[in-house]
Structure formats: C-alpha cells, structure tokens
C-alpha cells in the first residue's frame, strides 16, 4: 500500500478538511458512541468543525446516531457510531497454498468469509480465479446493495513502496509482477480504490486499526506459516506502515540465522525460514511439501524426533521475537500465521525464549504484550480490508 499522505502546501483547504474528516472517524472508530462534544475535546478540533464533519459524514452513510448521552449539568449528546448498513470493504489474500477473501463493514466485522484451497500457479491463473470470485461473491445477499469502498489484495512478498508491484515471492516463485494490473486484465469488475500490499503489513495495519480503544504505540505482527515475515505499525489517528526503501522492512523470514547453513528458497544460505516456516518443518520431518502438517504433526506429536524438530522452531521464533524487540522495539507483539495452529510445541518454547531474555539489555523488569491469533485465517485479508477503509477515508 502506498503511503495515502503525500506532502501538502501550507494552507491547503481540502488536505485540512481530509485531516478533520480522518480524525472524527477514528475517534468514532475506537471510542464507539462517542458525542459531538467527546469528539471536540479529545481532537482539540472546534465543536462548529466537528459539527461540520459529522454532518456530511451521516449524510454519506459513515456514521450514525445512537442513544442520548447525558453530560451532567449540559445538554445530553446524541451518541455517534460507524454506521455498518451503508458500505463494503474487500480484502484478498493470495496464501502460498491457498486464497482467502472477505468482505467487513466498517468496524471490522466480516460479512462474508471465503476461502479457495486452490493453491496459486501462474500470477495470470491465479488472478484470474481470483477476478471470478470477488465477482460472484458481490452479488450475495450479505453485502447486495451496499456500496463498495475499494478492495485490497495481500501477496507472501515484499512489495514495492512506490508502486503497486510484487518485488518476490519466493515460496510461490512470482517476481516483479503489478498483481492489480493484472487483477483488471482478468475481468475483476469492481469499484473503489486498490491497494496491494505484504500479507504481514496488511495483517499488523488490521490489528491496530480496528483496535478497540487507544491502540499501542506501535505493534508488530508476525506471520509464522509456509514462511516467516512480519510488519510494523505506528502512528495515532494516521497508522503509518514503515516498508524501507524497496519494501523490505519486516523481512525476517531471509534474516540470516545460521551463516552458511541450509538452502533457503530466495538462494541464500541459513535464513531464518530454513529453521522456522512451514516449508522446513516438513522438510525436517520428511513430510511431502503438500502434507496437513498439523494432521502430521497431532498423529506424531509423541515421537522425540518431531518434539526435537518444534522445539527447535519454537526457539528459532523466539529469537526472531527478540531481534524484533531489539531492532524495533514495538509495545505490543502479534504472533499469527498456520504455524501457529501446532500448538504449543511451537510457541511454548518461542515465548520462553523471549520472556528469559527480553529484558538482558536494560535490566529492567518490563513485559512485552504479546497477543497469539490461533486461527488467522483472515487476518491478512482483514488487515488489508482495513487498509481500504483508511484510504477511503481520504476520499470521501
């Protein structure tokens, strides 16, 4: 996703009315049944400006009115909510294995949830299926009749920071290709704005967006499943994605762990995936590349050997939790991904390794939150639905 804020000159009207625009929703967002007043006091905007906003806002179908607020001596506030009637955001996940897609309102909830156990082929193909099902998803009855706000896409890749293209994905072999492009070219027949970003991105954007209250300062989230990546989140009212100059930031999975050690899938040697990804827990457990690891894995779950090869994993995540820690510092961690349905012989020892270390370099006793998503399916889609919504915002 590119940055949605761009560099304004000084006096500009219309960027100052997006800013008050973006802030009252967000305010709405976190704070549901908010009043006018609420609003005002906490984004130090005037109450004739948040009048203004909230107005046109109700007019378009983005928020609602509530119950009456009482304000002590004062006159009562009518209560203010994201109006879930009015509008649809599209999230599309391609997975290494699988596609998965939904359609959410505006406070996050998922209207329709779909997933395509058909693993991707050729980018062409694999937009192709892609274009027939958010085609024929939009005429079900869950969102008939609502406007669509736009549609985000998710690749297993770094992508671009400045234009919409997917630089590698190595665990499906594509490299340079303008998926939104080619999205259009396959008869994708839908409004609103596109977005294509990194599934890890996408998913730590949805975590702090639709987070309920004042979110964390920062938040990282990482995706532990066929491979390893994570993205980071910062920001208040306007969450910021930092991606580093070719859209690399967060690519932990081709961190290097083991100097000289085994063959990753992008060509290098002792990347963090050769130790903790899907791919090289089968590999360790000479599983077929297309086995049901945790099927495998619950029938074996006894043998020393499978023990030995997660425990391992596990410790490899929690070195990458650490290096995170370090490098990044984030409030609040995120831990998702397929992986994570093994269970606790995974994240046991990850968590164990972090918790025994976090605290070496300052030698204080503070506590990272670290959240655990065991069922993640639709995070990435979510999170890139909610990247929608925050573009949208901008353009009403």
Request: aromatic share 4%; with cysteine; hydrophobic share 40%.
């Given at each position: 996703?590119?940055?949605?804020?761009?560099?304004?000159?000084?006096?500009?009207?219309n960027?100052?009315?997006?800013?008050?625009?973006?802030?009252?929703?967000?305010?709405?967002?976190?704070?549901?049944?908010?009043?006018?007043?609420?609003?005002?006091?906490?984004?130090?905007?005037?109450?004739?400006?948040?009048?203004?906003?909230?107005?046109g806002?109700?007019?378009?179908?983005?928020?609602?009115?509530?119950?009456?607020?009482?304000?002590?001596?004062?006159?009562?506030?009518?209560?203010?909510?994201?109006?879930?009637?009015?509008?649809?955001?599209?999230?599309?996940?391609?997975?290494?294995?699988?596609?998965?897609?939904?359609?959410?309102s505006?406070?996050?909830?998922?209207?329709?949830e779909?997933?395509?156990?058909?693993a991707?082929?050729?980018?062409?193909?694999?937009?192709?299926?892609?274009?027939?099902?958010?085609?024929?998803?939009?005429?079900?009855?869950?969102?008939?009749?609502?406007?669509?706000?736009?549609?985000?896409?998710?690749?297993?890749?770094?992508?671009?920071?400045?234009?919409?293209?997917?630089r590698?994905?190595?665990?499906?072999?594509?490299?340079d290709?303008?998926?939104?492009?080619?999205?259009?070219?396959?008869?994708?027949?839908?409004?609103?704005?596109?977005?294509?970003d990194?599934?890890?991105?996408?998913?730590?954007?949805?975590?702090?967006?639709?987070?309920?209250?004042?979110?964390?300062?920062?938040?990282?989230?990482i995706?532990?499943?066929?491979?390893?990546?994570?993205?980071?989140?910062?920001?208040?009212?306007?969450?910021?994605?930092?991606r580093?100059?070719?859209?690399?930031?967060?690519?932990?999975?081709?961190?290097?762990?083991?100097?000289?050690?085994?063959?990753?899938?992008?060509g290098?040697?002792?990347?963090?995936?050769t130790?903790?990804?899907?791919?090289?827990i089968?590999?360790?457990?000479?599983?077929?590349?297309?086995?049901?690891?945790?099927?495998?894995?619950?029938?074996?779950?006894?043998?020393?050997?499978?023990?030995?090869?997660?425990?391992?994993?596990?410790?490899?995540?929690?070195?990458?939790?650490?290096?995170?820690?370090?490098?990044?510092?984030?409030?609040?961690?995120?831990?998702?991904?397929?992986?994570?349905?093994?269970?606790?012989?995974?994240?046991?020892?990850?968590?164990?390794?972090?918790e025994?270390?976090?605290?070496?370099?300052?030698?204080?006793?503070?506590?990272?939150?670290?959240?655990?998503?065991?069922?993640?399916?639709?995070?990435?889609?979510?999170?890139?639905?909610?990247q929608?919504?925050?573009?949208?915002?901008?353009?009403?």
């Open positions: 996703m590119v940055s949605a804020f761009s560099p304004q000159s000084a006096g500009d009207l960027f100052l009315k997006t800013l008050n625009r973006s802030a009252v929703i967000s305010h709405v967002r976190r704070y549901p049944g908010a009043t006018r007043a609420d609003i005002a006091s906490r984004t130090q905007l005037t109450k004739a400006t948040v009048g203004s906003v909230v107005q806002l109700l007019d378009q179908g983005w928020l609602c009115e509530g119950e009456l607020q009482p304000r002590g001596e004062g006159r009562p506030g009518r209560a203010l909510y994201l109006d879930d009637t009015h509008h649809v955001l599209w999230g599309a996940d391609i997975g290494v294995k699988s596609l998965r897609l939904v359609a959410c505006l406070t996050g909830q998922h209207l329709i779909h997933h395509d156990a058909e991707p082929t050729t980018p062409e193909a694999t937009m192709k299926r892609l274009a027939e099902l958010l085609n024929q998803l939009q005429q079900r009855p869950e969102v008939a009749g609502r406007e669509i706000l736009g549609l985000g896409v998710t690749a297993p890749g770094p992508v671009s920071p400045l234009i919409p293209v997917l590698l994905a190595p665990n499906i072999r594509w490299s290709v303008a998926l939104l492009d080619v999205l259009d070219e396959a008869g994708l027949t839908m409004p609103g704005v596109r977005l294509l990194n599934e890890a991105n996408a998913a730590a954007f949805g975590e702090f967006y639709f987070h309920a209250g004042t979110p964390p300062e920062s938040l990282v989230y995706s532990a499943g066929t491979g390893i990546g994570s993205g980071l989140v910062t920001g208040d009212e306007y969450p910021l994605v930092p580093g100059v070719q859209g690399l930031l967060g690519e932990i999975g081709h961190t290097v762990l083991q100097p000289g050690g085994l063959y990753c899938h992008c290098n040697r002792g990347c963090a995936e130790l903790v990804s899907g791919w090289a089968r590999a360790a457990l000479g599983l077929d590349e297309n086995a049901d690891l945790e099927k495998e894995v619950g029938l074996k779950s006894h043998e020393p050997g499978v023990q030995h090869v997660l425990a391992r994993a596990g410790e490899a995540l929690g070195v990458l939790m650490l290096n995170l820690h370090h490098t990044l510092n984030p409030a609040t961690m995120v831990l998702g991904g397929s992986l994570l349905r093994l269970g606790e012989a995974l994240t046991q020892p990850a968590l164990a390794y972090f025994a270390h976090q605290n070496d370099l300052l030698r204080e006793s503070q506590h990272i939150p670290i959240k655990l998503i065991e069922d993640s399916t639709y995070t990435a889609a979510r999170g890139a639905a909610a929608v919504m925050a573009k949208a915002v901008l353009d009403v």
